[in-house]
């Protein structure tokens, strides 16, 4: 069996395109919103029209299907706070959050 030497062991880095490290960042993130548990899952990420689109399920207190669609310029930081700003009081009609 060879021998690994201490550097072979270290994780290295690993360089993931913008779309999979929202993925990794969103999928099975817990939010606290007024004191409610929320669990988000991520089902698929796509980049079409300019727009980053993610599809989400929201569990919590409700169970919500949502879409965000994010500029490409935006990331994880502003895809947290809208979501956390949107269930803060759910609108049912609004089913794809725009983040720009």
Known sequence: MPQLARNDLAEKPVHLPKAERLFAALDGRDLLVRGQAWHLEVYGICEEAGRRWIQVAVDG?????????LATRSGVRQAVRTLSNWLEDPVESHQVLNIT
């Open 61 to 69: 207190p409700h169970h919500y299907m949502l879409t965000l669609a």
